[in-house]
């Protein structure tokens, strides 16, 4: 299994916007669906969004779309997580996960942490209230 490692996490003032990155070790990665997720002190895990291999079918939970925008450079091995209008309930560590068992389907749009299989360490986001 190849790593990812994110990056671009920190503190940002309320209404502000922040960019993550996930750098994929593996060439392959192109191969496969990605997804950011979230987890606040004390909370679950969440699902942010999701990106299918090809990079044209992002998918978000309900809640964000409008805020967050997930994309990707397959060339770079990267996925993004641009963040808008920040706020507080979006303190979190933030973690990138790639669906390594299943290799270009477009159709992938699982929301569920148990369909990634390939985990980053996390990078935190804080936004004070």
């Known amino acids: 299994q190849g790593r990812l490692v994110e990056s671009g996490g920190g503190l940002v003032q309320s209404g502000g916007s922040l960019t993550l990155s996930c750098t994929a070790s593996?060439?392959?990665?192109?191969?496969?669906?990605a997804a950011w997720f979230r987890q606040a002190p004390g909370q679950e895990l969440e699902f942010v969004g999701g990106?299918?291999?090809?990079?044209?079918?992002?998918f978000y939970q309900a809640s964000l779309k409008g805020r967050f925008t997930i994309s990707r450079d397959n060339a770079k091995n990267t996925l993004y997580l641009q963040m808008n209008s920040l706020k507080s309930e979006d303190t979190a560590v933030y973690y990138c996960?790639?669906?390594?068992?299943?290799?270009?389907?477009?159709?992938?749009?699982?929301?569920?942490?148990?369909?990634?299989?390939?985990w980053g360490q996390g990078t935190q986001v804080t936004v004070p209230s």
């Open positions: 996960a790639v669906a390594s068992t299943v290799q270009y389907l477009a159709e992938f749009r699982q929301s569920s942490a148990t369909e990634y299989d390939v």
């Open positions: 593996e060439r392959t990665f192109g191969k496969y669906a």
């Open positions: 990106i299918s291999y090809s990079g044209d079918r992002p």
